[in-house]
């Protein structure tokens, strides 16, 4: 409905502009149609400057509806309103050649609001080099209505161990400087100082070559993502699996050119989504996650 209604209303501005100009009068009474082709009769000033009032009364009724119509959709959301915590690397992250990243992106579309801790390089675990989303914990608002998690690519870079995932020890130590015991570790402080707040989790697209090319430690990213799934499921968080689900393969250059070039405008980098590529990959997803998790009101 929106779209025809920009429509109209491009045509009536531009039926505006030319009247303004005094260049031709928009008036279907005054045509006389001939085999030659168009011709248009005299319009007097007061008819012309009559129908100049008349349209744009029309645009400005068109545009307060088209805003009205787009606020209603807004409050429709279930997000509407809500605050949303991400926390993250480079591909949580919102930056002004990515178009904001999926946080930002999510805000626009829904009229929710959020903070965003993520930041390039980080990682799940523990970390006295870069930013460590696990050692990031206790800075967290425990206000915000949903709390977004995203990461593991730059642990797989830095060869950082899997661990082992217990599914039946929900109370045993956790060494957060494996992936397992940093994710565990996130997800027990959540249920316990965020209870009843929805919580997920995002594993990234598929990034290069990593899903089946070991890192030095002869670990691949296939290896990472089965690792994080079943923390996922031990503590029944959701979650988004763009490395299975997505469609978006860094390892295919014509993908990664059109959809993965916020780095490198000229060439994707097989990594960093640009706008269109959280538009098509990631909002899309997140936003049928989110508003499923969120309580009923």
């Avoid at 307060?64 to 209603?72: G, H, I, R, W």
């Avoid at 100082?193 to 990593?210: D, E």
Wanted: hydrophobic share 35%; with cysteine.
């Amino acid at each position: 409905m929106r779209g025809k209604k920009s429509i109209i209303l491009g045509f009536l501005k531009y039926a505006v502009v030319i009247l303004a100009a005094g260049v031709i009068a928009v008036a279907v009474s005054d045509r006389i149609v001939d085999h030659a082709g168009i011709q248009y009769s005299a319009v007097a000033w007061d008819d012309l400057s009559y129908k100049l009032s008349d349209l744009r009364q029309d645009v400005d009724a068109l545009e307060a509806d088209d805003t009205a119509e787009k606020l209603t959709e807004l409050v429709q959301s279930p997000l509407y309103g809500k605050t949303i915590i991400y926390e993250g690397d480079s591909i949580a992250e919102s930056r002004s050649n990515n178009g904001g990243g999926y946080p930002a992106l999510i805000a626009e579309l829904t009229g929710s609001t959020y903070e965003n801790f993520a930041r390039s390089g980080a990682h799940l675990t523990s970390s006295d080099d870069v930013h460590s989303v696990v050692d990031n914990l206790k800075n967290l608002p425990d206000d915000a209505d949903l709390y977004c998690f995203e990461g593991g690519i730059n642990d797989f870079w830095g060869s950082i161990p899997i661990g082992e995932c217990d599914p039946s020890d929900y109370t045993g130590p956790l060494d957060t400087g494996t992936i397992c015991g940093a994710l565990e570790t996130i997800f027990r402080y959540c249920l316990d100082n965020l209870p009843g707040k929805p919580v997920c989790f995002v594993i990234t697209h598929k990034i290069q070559h990593t899903a089946h090319s070991p890192n030095p430690s002869g670990v691949t990213f296939a290896d990472y993502h089965n690792a994080m799934v079943a923390v996922c499921e031990k503590y029944s968080i959701p979650y988004y699996d763009a490395f299975l689900d997505s469609g978006l393969n860094g390892w295919n250059q014509t993908q990664s050119d059109l959809y993965l070039t916020a780095c490198e405008a000229d060439r994707g980098d097989g990594t960093h989504p640009n706008a269109e590529g959280y538009k098509r990959y990631y909002v899309p997803q997140l936003l049928d996650l989110f508003e499923r998790i969120l309580p009923v009101e």
